[in-house]
């Protein structure tokens, strides 16, 4: 029986920890503003300006957002 379908790899929040290397408040904002931001924007598409906005408010936040991002954009063609 073959599936078609590729389900997105689910990131989780330890995802983004293991990645950072330490959990912080930073890191918790900032995979809470990304998955909100995929969901908003329909996934795969990361290069809306406002996750970019998203990255400079938090250092910490930027590495669950890369995780985030990386991984649901990972698969799409991104150039
Ligand atoms: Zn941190």
Redesign the pocket.
């Known amino acids: 029986m073959h599936t078609h379908h590729h389900a997105p790899h689910p990131v989780t929040f330890e995802d983004c920890i293991r990645f950072?290397g330490?959990t912080?408040p930073?890191?918790a904002s900032g995979y809470r503003a990304a998955t909100a931001a995929m969901e908003a924007l329909g996934v795969t598409r990361p290069e809306d300006e406002d996750l970019v906005a998203i990255c400079e408010t938090d250092a910490?936040g930027v590495?669950a957002i890369q995780v985030i991002a990386g991984t649901t954009a990972g698969k799409v063609q991104h150039r």
Request: glycine share 14%; aromatic share 0%.
């Open positions: 950072h330490h912080c930073g890191l910490c590495d």
